[in-house]
């Protein structure tokens, strides 16, 4: 490609381009470096590295004393996004694109969505927090949502496998970021809004924007809203697209009724605008009913067969580190990425509701995030659970115990003592199985299905169920 095709330069200035990067450890020659600024680190800084490693232009958003090309730009966030989806070929155009946002829910519905696609005939490739997936491939993820050379590169491999649709997260941060910049989608669905990423955001205000801004028509062709959650309904009335709502409690399209829920799934009976059925779901939880009242919706806006909808809906299994449950004979152990005080309490609502016993929760939270969200979600688990654990998770440059006094400091404002703190989670988890009796429920949060523990820069293996069944085999149980 030449560097004309990515943008309006004089006939001198051109040259051929042979790859793009945002670091410059990674520029080689022949390369564009994008001096992307952030809220700790400037590109600009980097540019006369990038240019002694062999980089033709730099893009940037001031003129810089090196011996290269300069490409000036007001926003090199969006320049990138713009120019990895013309390096790769455009690849979003060649497939139909889904994209789901919202605090929670947004990996369990992509696997929803992604089993209904295929229930229909289709295939389809997913992009979140688990996994990239695509045609029987399966790619260790970086980020929910991947910065965009990262992107367009997996969008262009999906492209070139002959997938047909790809549903992905989309998280606020790519959107503030403008990640996914150029890229309009079939459809753009919302699942709820509640605390979280106060760390980059600032204020809840901040993040509600950011949410928002992915329903425009210069992002998607039609919206998918909850019409039960606060920030959705604002979403609905200004929205300016074709939207197909969902809910429970106020009047939608896409609804559900006769709820009923145990420790083996949950079924309902689903109303896709007059067409009727009852869904059967393998995981439980009213959340979950929104997550696949959600995929139905969209399901709807892609005009899927109501049938593949809820054979789609019942062929999911299992979405790791989802309300996954580990019965032994000594107790049940769940395991849930749940890491939001909104999160975590859907979680424990859902086991109260079927819970014979105790519930136990071992918890902590992030380093280096929101900091805001600790001592709630201390009062919420402590509230929640009949005794809790608070422990660590992904410390990465904060002492752990910091973090955790953080938390406690919740719990003490309300007067419970239901409580031990234990740096280590392997300690934690281990004390909390040690003290569940017959028919209690341990419920293990924060980490699902990650494999590592992220401590002072250092992703150190570890999984949640991995150690819960080396336990298990080791007692016997």
Do not use: W
């Amino acid at each position: 490609m030449r560097l004309s095709d990515l943008f309006n330069i004089s006939d001198e200035d051109d040259t051929e381009v042979l790859g793009l990067a945002c670091d410059s450890s990674k520029v080689e020659r022949g390369f564009v470096f994008f001096c992307l600024v952030g809220q700790t680190s400037d590109g600009h800084t980097f540019a006369q590295e990038a240019v002694s490693r062999g980089a033709v232009a730099v893009v940037v958003e001031r003129r810089l004393a090196v011996d290269c090309v300069q490409i000036e730009t007001d926003n090199a966030r969006k320049a990138l996004a713009l120019c990895a989806g013309k390096f790769f070929g455009n690849p979003a155009k060649r497939m139909k694109l889904i994209g789901i946002t919202g605090t929670n829910g947004k990996t369990t519905t992509t696997y929803i969505v992604k089993s209904i696609i295929e229930a229909a005939g289709h295939s389809c490739g997913l992009i979140g927090t688990n996994a990239v997936e695509y045609g029987g491939n399966e790619i260790e993820p970086t980020l929910t949502t991947p910065d965009p050379i990262d992107l367009h590169r997996t969008l262009h491999d999906m492209a070139t496998a002959g997938i047909e649709y790809v549903v992905m997260e989309v998280s606020a941060h790519a959107l503030a970021l403008n990640k996914v910049d150029g890229i309009t989608y079939e459809v753009a669905a919302f699942t709820n809004f509640s605390r979280d990423h106060l760390d980059f955001f600032g204020d809840m205000n901040a993040y509600a924007q950011a949410k928002k801004s992915f329903f425009t028509i210069d992002h998607a062709k039609r919206a998918v809203i909850n019409a039960d959650d606060s920030l959705g309904s604002e979403i609905i009335r200004a929205v300016h697209i074709p939207t197909i709502t969902y809910g429970v409690d106020n009047p939608s399209d896409v609804f559900g009724i006769d709820l009923e829920m145990s420790a083996y799934g949950l079924s309902y009976v689903i109303n896709m605008t007059d067409r009727v059925g009852k869904v059967k779901f393998n995981l439980t939880g009213r959340f979950n009913m929104y997550n696949t009242l959600c995929a139905a919706a969209i399901a709807e806006a892609l005009d899927m067969p109501f049938s593949a909808v809820i054979a789609g809906i019942r062929n999911v299994k299992k979405v790791d580190g989802r309300f996954n449950i580990i019965n032994t004979a000594k107790c049940s152990v769940i395991i849930d990425f749940a890491h939001t005080d909104d999160g975590i309490a859907n979680i424990l609502r859902a086991i109260r509701e079927f819970a014979p016993a105790r519930i136990i929760t071992v918890f902590g939270c992030g380093g280096n995030r929101d900091k805001t969200k600790r001592a709630v979600m201390g009062k919420i688990v402590s509230t929640l659970s009949d005794y809790c654990y608070v422990t660590s998770d992904n410390p990465r440059f904060e002492p752990p115990l910091d973090i955790i006094l953080q938390i406690e400091s919740g719990i003490k404002e309300i007067g419970n003592t239901n409580y031990t703190t234990i740096v280590d989670r392997k300690e934690a988890i281990r004390a909390a199985i040690n003290m569940a009796e017959k028919n209690d429920i341990v419920l293990i949060a924060g980490k699902g299905a990650e494999k590592y523990n992220d401590v002072m820069g250092r992703k150190q293996p570890y999984n949640d169920e991995k150690y819960v069944l080396e336990i298990a085999g080791e007692s016997g149980f």
